[in-house]
Nanobody
Framework: EVQLVESGGGLVRPGGSLRLSCAAS????????IGWFRQAPGREREGVSF????????YYGDSVKGRFTISSDHAKNTVILQMNSLKPEDTAVYYC?????????????????WGQGTQVTVSS
């Protein structure tokens, strides 16, 4: 059984930082893409950032470029999202997701497994 366990969400003031972590287990993909989506109330799920185990290539959504950094420890099947300079518009539930294969797709329908989500709230 594939499991994705997220941690690190919470409440932070604008301009602050948070670090999200996702530990993946139970999958058998030789190559995979793992990363983060987010969904705010009344909005569609949005691709935030992804990393490929094949070559380490990364993707960042336009709204988070320069502020968020994704990294991974493939030996531990863990992915980290460091979020800096947080804004109120970053408020959402953040979901970790994984798909087999090396291509950095941003369509949530192409991801096979999902975590339970962790709430990030940016507010003064």
């Amino acid at each position: 059984e594939v499991q994705l366990v997220e941690s690190g969400g919470g409440l932070v003031r604008p301009g602050g930082s948070l670090r999200l972590s996702c530990a993946a287990s139970g999958f058998t993909f030789a190559d995979y893409v793992i990363g983060w989506f987010r969904q705010a109330p009344g909005r569609e799920r949005e691709g935030v950032s992804f990393i490929s185990s094949y070559d380490g290539s990364t993707y960042y959504g336009d709204s988070v470029k320069g502020r968020f950094t994704i990294s991974s420890d493939h030996a531990k099947n863990t992915v980290i999202l460091q979020m800096n300079s947080l804004k109120p518009e970053d408020t959402a539930v953040y979901y970790c997701a994984i798909r087999g294969g090396p291509i950095l797709y941003t369509d949530s329908r192409l991801y096979d497994y999902w975590g339970q989500g962790t709430q990030v709230t940016v507010s003064s």
